[in-house]
């Protein structure tokens, strides 16, 4: 999921929430979730949702969250 440094979600239930990459391959969200990558496309949370990236600036996970990435400013 080296998808973005930073996610905000923009679905109804995770609207304003925010998962921000703690390391090369973890991510931690606002609400406590852990999500690591599996692979380049996948992340796994620790309550066990599937986070896919869909597209330029986009994940959805299995449980019918959205969430729109922001690109790192310190990256090219």
Request: proline share 3%; aromatic share 8%; glycine share 14%.
């Amino acid at each position: 999921m080296s998808f973005f440094k930073r996610l905000i979600g923009v679905s109804d239930d995770h609207c304003g929430e925010v998962v921000t990459r703690a390391s090369d391959h973890t991510w931690v969200s606002t609400s406590g979730e852990v999500i690591n990558q599996v692979s380049d496309r996948v992340g796994l949370s620790s309550s066990g949702t599937v986070y896919t990236r869909t597209g330029v600036g986009n994940v959805v996970g299995s449980d019918g969250s959205l969430f729109t990435g922001f690109a790192d400013p310190d990256e090219p």
